[in-house]
């Protein structure tokens, strides 16, 4: 599971993992938000309205979920429970209030806090985005130095500074974890 603050990089770093691994799974969340340009529907995100996220919630269908600046994203959990019965990996792109949800639900499951490399890194980022005003952007900020505050409720912090290390870290990490074929215990 890949946590971090909004606009670290968690996207970037996850479509990078996919090249590295071919064989992992990437959970695609439900969210109740709109979808930003070039996001598409079932590929990104499933984009669903709030009825839909509420029966969702009450049907079990969701791992985990969680209210992010005026909208709902989720982890559907049939998908990540057929995954891992195939013993294969799967990466859920979360955010950090998520995480603490999933080590809940799946104890054995591999959390990585993914931070910038300083808060002004993050701004910067935030700011080419263009998806905020200013008072959006000082609540992402404040609520980034919060969840970067966490890390020690993580297996590993990884500083999304510059793409490949990052992703080669992640995916050194997720190599790590799997199981030992040839360990009989």
């Known amino acids: 599971m890949i946590a971090g603050p909004s606009g670290v990089g968690k996207g970037t770093l996850v479509r990078r993992l996919r090249e590295l691994l071919p064989d992992l799974y990437v959970s695609v969340s439900v969210t109740t938000r709109r979808p930003r340009p070039a996001e598409h529907d079932g590929v990104d995100y499933f984009f669903v309205d709030d009825e ?26 049939r998908a990540i429970r057929d995954v891992r019965s195939e013993g294969r990996d799967a990466v859920l792109e979360i955010d950090v209030q998520g995480a603490g949800i999933v ?26 985005r263009a998806t905020e005003d200013e008072e959006k952007l000082a609540r992402r900020l404040a609520r980034a ?10 297996d590993h912090v990884v500083v999304n500074d510059e793409l490949e290390g990052a992703s ?3 995916a050194a990490i997720i190599g790590s974890s799997r199981s030992d074929p040839e360990d009989p215990s």
Do not use: C, K
Request: a negative charge; glycine letters at 10%.
């Open 52 to 77: 839909g996220f509420d029966r969702m919630i009450d049907d079990g269908e969701l791992l985990e979920w969680a209210e992010i600046f005026g909208h709902r994203s989720g982890t559907p959990a």
């Open 103 to 128: 080590r809940r639900q799946v104890p054995d499951a591999v959390l990585i806090l993914l931070v910038p490399p300083s808060l002004g890194e993050l701004e910067r980022r935030l700011r080419t």
């Open 145 to 154: 130095e919060e969840e970067m505050a966490q890390g020690d409720r993580f």
């Open 168 to 170: 080669s870290q992640v």
